[in-house]
């Protein structure tokens, strides 16, 4: 053993009863260790591409809206409880009296009646919609430009050439019906929650209670109860609420020479734009609230139609506009807050992002 080289190395193995020692090249032992190497890789660094997420526009735009949404609700909550009585037919049929009659029965809490799930509802409402907005309108108005630059796309149909072009399209029209319809499809069950607390608060006291026998009565699809009214309702009211605010948004900066809004200036022309959009759709809430609650009732229109036609045979044309002053008097200050919060929250997340 004393003639053995300094360039090999022992290595000693046991074989039954037999004991020997194995003469191994250190090279043959670094050439393991290379080989070894080969094998190890390096796991990507999630904390890095999380931090890049969360400082995407999508993600600025996202929160924005939650936020926006949040605060407003905060402050306007009682509007919300009356506009929903109203609309649905339930006690005095005016504001004051209506007011005061929740006041009576159930003390100033009744006026916030359903506002936690109303929060609950409208923080990711609120953010689904907005940043569907942002999103649609951009991919739309990206899309059109890529087109204008190159010869659009054609339909050949025997001898007729069609162009498939999309410059004819608003984006914001667009944008503004595929926010409506997402955040619904989203957010509707706690729309449910929220009319079944603010109108029953006898039969329906808590979250909890709420859902149970929500769920009891008609299982999950109980939880989507009039969403077809809903999305009927909801596509005229989105399109037209985020086309009026972008339209006048951008004639007013035009003719003023400005870039952008101060922040009264968006509050009058998100409310302005609430109150044009809500008028032109109250008929199709009215319908789409009384399907929604009519099983509280003991009678629930089949559908649309059938719930327009009840509500001017027992009250008249007129019927279809009930509750009309209750919903501009919260959809207006509601429209205004909620564009004016939304675009500062924009600024300051975004601005956030753009240094980081």
């Not at 194995?22 to 670094?30: H, Y």
């Not at 609420?241 to 968006?266: D, G, I, Q, V």
């Not at 409310?271 to 509280?296: N, W």
Request: hydrophobic letters at 40%; a positive charge.
């Amino acid at each position: 053993m004393a003639l053995e080289s300094e360039s090999q190395k022992k290595s000693y193995g046991v074989f039954g009863d037999v004991y020997g020692v194995m003469m191994v090249p250190k090279e043959l032992e670094i050439e393991k260790d290379a080989s070894i190497d080969q094998f190890r890789f390096q796991l990507p660094d999630l904390k890095q591409a999380f931090q890049d997420f969360m400082r995407t526009r999508e993600v600025g735009e996202f929160i924005s809206g939650a936020l926006a949404g949040a605060m407003t609700k905060a402050v306007l909550a009682p509007l919300e409880t009356i506009r929903t009585r109203m609309v649905v037919g339930i006690g005095s049929k005016n504001i004051s009296g209506s007011f005061l009659e929740v006041i009576e029965q159930q003390g100033w809490q009744g006026l916030w009646a359903g506002n936690t799930i109303n929060m609950l509802r409208i923080i990711p409402t609120q953010a689904i919609e907005l940043a569907t907005f942002e999103c649609v309108k951009r991919s739309m108005t990206e899309a059109q430009e890529k087109w204008s630059k190159k010869e659009c796309p054609k339909l050949q149909i025997g001898p007729v050439s069609l162009n498939l072009s999309i410059s004819w399209i608003s984006p914001i029209a667009v944008a503004g019906a595929a926010a409506g319809i997402v955040s619904t499809l989203a957010c509707h069950p706690l729309e449910v929650l929220k009319d079944r607390l603010t109108v029953s608060p006898d039969i329906y006291p808590s979250i909890s209670v709420a859902l149970s026998k929500i769920h009891n009565d008609g299982g999950i699809g109980a939880f989507y109860a009039g969403i077809s009214p809903t999305l009927i309702g909801m596509l005229p009211y989105s399109t037209c609420y985020y086309f009026m605010y972008e339209t006048m948004k951008k004639s007013y900066c035009t003719a003023k020479k400005k870039t952008s809004l101060s922040r009264p200036e968006m509050l009058l022309i998100g409310a302005l734009s609430g109150f044009t959009a809500s008028t032109i759709s109250f008929p199709l809430e009215v319908a789409r609230k009384r399907l929604m609650v009519g099983a509280l009732q003991g009678k629930c229109p089949p559908h649309m139609a059938a719930a327009l036609s009840e509500v001017i045979r027992e009250q008249g044309i007129m019927g279809l506009y009930r509750g009309w002053g209750a919903s501009c008097l919260k959809v207006m200050p509601s429209s205004g807050i909620t564009w004016m919060f939304y675009e500062a929250w924009k600024d300051i997340l975004l601005a956030e992002r753009r240094h980081l």
